[in-house]
């Protein structure tokens, strides 16, 4: 089999005593989308945090097309084709939705010492910037500051960043949180025509989302991987029901 | 700020028309004090100007911006005292000095921050004073009298008062030019990109402390320039230039200004210089006065002048 499009081997990372991420191993294939679900404080963030260099592993691999990525600093491993999207959305508030995508445009167009031209006025990254933005639907809010787009525009707009970057792989936190109904039904559509060109791995907490996205899910419980597989198996899978569902079906109940 | 002829554009052009006139108004009423004391305002503009590079546009809070002051100042004392006189030579020395200190002390600064970057500028600061303090072949405390003001020969001359006066204005306004230009770049968008969330940049992709670096080597190198304007505009230097004080005084001129703003150092500048001298004459206590008016502008101005100029637009 070929090399897939991220291997993630045997990762440990601790905070204190707690074991964060217990022997993560994870694969995700070119052109798949692979969710990653669990409950709150198994460790979904932290494991994104691993993958894109903004959190040091205590052990373990992983390869981004068969690279060694594990101690690569967060900006190189941009370079190689890794995007991410936050959980809380931190994207430049005072700057408008295009300036926004503009400088990942520009990140990934040779160094930015240059001191003298406007920026704003490159034709090819502003072009780059359109481009992304209207991808997720956002062509005409361009010229709006972030801080009065909408929770799901700046989520959307998260998106287009990233896409703006020209990844391999995206890696998206929690797409849909706080987002309404017609709003996440976009984001879904949007998310599905995505995943033929790049791969994706998403943390999500919406499950009708994830089991009509994925390929494959793996369950993250207290850092531990404890299932793998088509919606169909883990749909079936007892331990995932007793651990995860069931967990579930306690706090609807108690709610 | 859609419309270019709003307020805060008003009072800039307002503020660069009378610096510009100043000189005339002070040989028409014979007031050379007046001419004197913008020369200084002018000055230390310059070196507010530079200082909110980093810390409005980059969001590095440098507590020994003075430090550049000094070592621009002592570039042009040290090469007199030992017979060069060029301006040309002590110039481009005191930019060097004062590019090559800033590249020292952000390389292991910029591996901070927050308060600790705040403190760790400062000690180097107070680290530069201390070591003028020991030059005793320069004047060590008391500082280096400089009996013959830079020479550039033919093209201006700095021992007369409205010539010295008119390179001081020219060099805060090509530098507010450049610092405009800066802004608008590619780099400029992503040291201010940096500012408001460095971990996004960096998953973006972008190597953020070469960045911070570059920019606050080029923040210190233009404050070099008004240490060796300040150290000919008062003959004199001496290690209180870069007192800790003194930074305070240039980050208080930003921010009453308004931080991240292209003229807002320079009004900042201005007003606390113009403040401090009306008030010093009224009274000895006249910091008692001038500390209640910052912490008033700072509560209840957010943004310095700039910034209640902005408001007024929007009201």
Redesign the interface.
């Known amino acids: 089999m070929a090399e897939p499009l991220l291997r993630v081997d045997n990762l440990v990372r601790r905070f204190g005593g707690i074991v964060a991420t217990d022997h993560v191993c994870l694969e995700v294939g070119r052109g798949e989308l692979h969710a990653i679900i669990g409950p709150n404080g198994a460790g979904k963030t932290t494991l994104i945090s691993q993958l894109t260099g903004h959190l040091a592993p205590h052990a373990g691999y992983i390869y981004l097309a068969g690279r060694d990525i594990s101690r690569l600093p967060a900006y190189r491993r941009s370079a190689l084709g890794l995007a991410r999207s936050f959980q809380i959305t931190s994207l430049l508030p005072d700057f408008t939705a295009a300036d926004n995508v503009a400088l990942a445009a520009q990140a990934h167009d040779g160094h930015s010492f240059r001191f003298f031209a406007n920026a704003r006025k490159e034709p090819q990254l502003r072009a780059a910037a359109h481009a992304a933005l209207e991808r997720v639907g956002l062509g005409h809010r361009a010229d709006v500051p972030v801080v009065r787009l909408s929770h799901g525009e700046q989520r959307q707009l998260e998106l287009a960043v990233a896409l703006a970057t020209r990844p391999q792989l995206l890696l998206l936190d929690e797409p849909m949180a706080g987002l309404g109904v017609t709003e996440s039904a976009s984001m879904v559509k949007l998310l599905s025509e995505l995943r033929r060109e790049v791969g994706i791995v998403l943390v999500e907490h919406d499950m009708e989302a994830v089991f009509a996205l994925a390929d494959r899910i793996s369950v993250l419980v207290y850092g531990r991987i404890i299932a793998s597989g088509t919606p169909e198996e883990i749909r079936k899978n007892d331990e995932v029901k007793r651990a995860y569902l069931g967990d579930q079906h306690v706090v609807v109940k108690h709610g | 700020m859609k419309s270019s002829l709003n307020a805060q554009t008003i009072a800039a052009a307002a503020l660069v028309a009378a610096l510009l006139l100043l000189p005339a108004y002070s040989s028409l009423t014979g007031n050379i004090f007046i001419l004197t004391l913008f020369t200084r305002i002018v000055i230390l503009a310059l070196a507010a100007v530079s200082l909110n590079l980093i810390m409005g546009y980059g969001g590095m809070m440098s507590f020994g911006h003075a430090a550049y002051l000094g070592i621009g100042g002592y570039a042009v004392g040290i090469l007199a005292q030992e017979g060069i006189g060029s301006g040309y030579a002590q110039f481009a020395v005191a930019l060097a000095a004062s590019a090559l200190f800033a590249l020292v002390i952000g390389a292991l600064s910029l591996r901070t921050r927050g308060v600790y970057f705040i403190m760790i500028t400062l000690a180097f600061a107070q680290m530069a004073y201390y070591v003028a303090s020991g030059l005793a072949r320069y004047g060590g405390d008391d500082g280096l009298t400089i009996y013959k003001r830079s020479d550039f020969g033919g093209l201006v001359n700095l021992s007369d008062r409205v010539q010295f006066y008119y390179l001081c204005l020219a060099c805060l306004l090509a530098v507010v030019f450049l610092i405009w ?2 802004v ?7 040291v ?2 940096l500012r ?2 460095e ?10 402390k070469r ?1 911070k670096l ?1 920019c606050f080597v080029i923040a210190g190198t233009l404050c070099g320039l008004a240490g060796a304007l300040l150290a000919n505009n008062t003959d004199f230097i001496s290690p209180a230039v870069m007192y800790w004080t003194r930074s305070g005084d240039l980050m208080v001129m930003v921010i009453l200004g308004g931080m991240g703003t292209l003229f807002g150092p320079v009004v900042g500048a201005v007003l606390y210089l113009v403040l401090e001298e009306l008030l010093s004459q009224l009274t000895e206590y006249w910091a008692l006065i001038m500390g209640p008016l910052l912490l008033l502008v700072v509560l209840f101005g957010r943004g310095g002048i700039m910034g209640l100029l902005g408001r007024l637009n929007r009201g």
């Open positions: 230009r800066i608008n770049s590619r780099f400029g968008l992503v201010q990109g408001s969330n971990q996004r940049m960096q998953a973006i992709g972008f190597a953020s960045y570059v």
